[in-house]
């Protein structure tokens, strides 16, 4: 890869982490914490950081799809947190109280998370994307490859795979 090349994508990197603090800045102004209003939120910021032209009408589409798998898969991780909660936790030893908390509390966590998760159940993350931290698994090989932060995914240095799974 060349000088040029790189600083293309530092660029781009920059840029991807700017869209996604707008977001997050636009979502944490906002009253409503649903889904939506992240969805409202990721939208917005597209728009503004177009308006401003900051990022071009391709790349805020792109940026808006990274950041909607990235979330997604944020949301299949704590699913997976949840249900392990679930299992762990020995209803005879608590109290009836505690108990019927409990259970009213993990069960809003969990319909919301599942709503969050469906669409999270084949997330791939492919070469030539971008990705914010975390761990990547080859779908072929399952060599790991460990991000700290926002990074393009390149092909697996082992099969040369394309294709990859991700957790935190």
Do not use: W
């Amino acid at each position: 890869m060349d000088k040029s090349t790189n600083k293309q994508q530092d660029k781009h990197v920059g840029l991807y982490d700017s869209f996604v603090a707008k977001a997050h800045e636009v979502f944490v102004d906002g009253r409503d914490k649903t889904r939506e209003a992240m969805q409202a939120a990721i939208e917005k910021a597209r728009e503004q950081m177009t308006a401003l032209g900051e990022l071009s009408s391709e790349q805020g589409k792109q940026f808006q799809r990274y950041m909607q798998r990235d979330l997604e898969q944020i949301a299949r991780y704590f699913r997976d947190v949840g249900e392990e909660a679930k299992d762990q936790l020995q209803p005879a030893r608590m109290s009836a109280g505690a108990l019927a908390t409990m259970s009213v509390l993990l069960h809003k966590c969990s319909d919301a998370l599942l709503q969050l998760s469906i669409k999270a159940a084949a997330i791939t993350y492919r070469a030539g994307e971008l990705t914010s931290a975390g761990t990547l698994t080859c779908t072929q090989c399952a060599l790991t490859r460990e991000f700290s932060t926002t990074s393009y995914i390149q092909r697996c240095p082992s099969c040369h795979n394309d294709t990859f799974m991700k957790s935190h």
